[in-house]
């Protein structure tokens, strides 16, 4: 069975600004799936499914306006 992954945007700008990386807060972010190549914007709430055994690998981008 396949199960759901969330990642809150406001907990990863968060973890940036620790690693001195700060961006601004409540700003989209570019988020690309490296396995399909698909790109969205996410701005709140990133929702993945991860297949039993399975992996999802994302490049997620700094903050766009």
Known sequence: TAAPMQLAMHELDAAARRLGRAAP???????R???????SVVSDLLRETVPAHGAV???IDGSIS
């Open 25 to 31: 807060r409540n700003r989209a972010h570019r988020v």
């Open 33 to 39: 799936d490296l396995w399909t190549n698909q790109s």
């Open 57 to 59: 690998m994302l490049r």
